[in-house]
């Protein structure tokens, strides 16, 4: 039972405190399997104020359940039930109490949450006794502010075992290449965000790794030099749509976005060309964990983090990978060592 708090969203100094609890546990689905069903209890619990209607919260809802529907590629069918308002607190609690009391009552308000795959308990703000946002893994997630859609995407995305999102800033010293990471650095994923902004603005799609830690679609490992094609993300597809290769220090994973599903939204560099993510170790080892951030990183020659069509990307001393061409949002690349390992 471990306790992780991993997150602060600074810009939801608002209005709530939100938990969600039980871990599904999903695995890759074949296309022609019918949906995973998974079930949301929301519970609002108060000592007395009431900051939303049960619209509100409807909307919320709806807005998160179809989101994951296109981020599974309709692996995924999230319903939710919500309580009425239950006045079973005394006053503001601190983290801790919400995380440990919270489902027992509910519980005493005859509300069973351990009878639904996940839930989210929702809270009036507590002023100087709100939390940060936090995922408790594995029984819930708080969130500590209004109840932005991109926020409930977000913290159930690691109740499904997602992590961060972060992109590495590099330079040179001496010749040599550093880098440092910024765990919420990637803009473009609603579990990055630059800590609140982006998920506030509603975000764009779960990254390929990400969709790949849901079970959502499979990750093509690949060794030998050669030409691959790489279909994007967001939508269903024969065609590979995570390429990953393996150096010695880190996994690398290629995926690539296009201005559809759930990134139709999405403008500018994002959706130009391939980007190549960096996690420190096979994020399915047994033992790994799953809430490891994984890293977008930028091209040594450009400093760019997306590779258009006829340029190349390269990590010094390990690959290149030359976007040959990009037809109907499919990418063709060109995959070469830089050293002898192949
Ligand atoms: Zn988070």
Redesign the pocket.
Known sequence: MRRTT??HLGLLAGAVVLVAAAVLALGPAPASASPTQVRVLVVKATWGPQPYTDADIDTVMQGVERFYATASFEKVAMTDTQTPWLDVMSGPMSCLDETQQLPRLASSAGWNPAGYDKVVFLVPDGGQNGCPST?EDPSGVLLNGAVPVGAVI??LG?SFGMG?AGLLTCWYEQKSRLCSGDPYGDTSDVMGGEGGSNVLAYVGDFGALQKARAGWLTPRYITKPGTYRLAPLEVASTLQQALVIRGTAYEYWIDERQPVGNDAHLGGPAVTGFAVHRISEDPFAPGADPLMPDYLVPNAHSSSYYTAPGKTFTLPGVFTLTALSRAHGVMTIRFRWLHSQA
Do not use: A, G, R, T
């Open positions: 991993l997150h995922f977000h913290e690691h961060h």
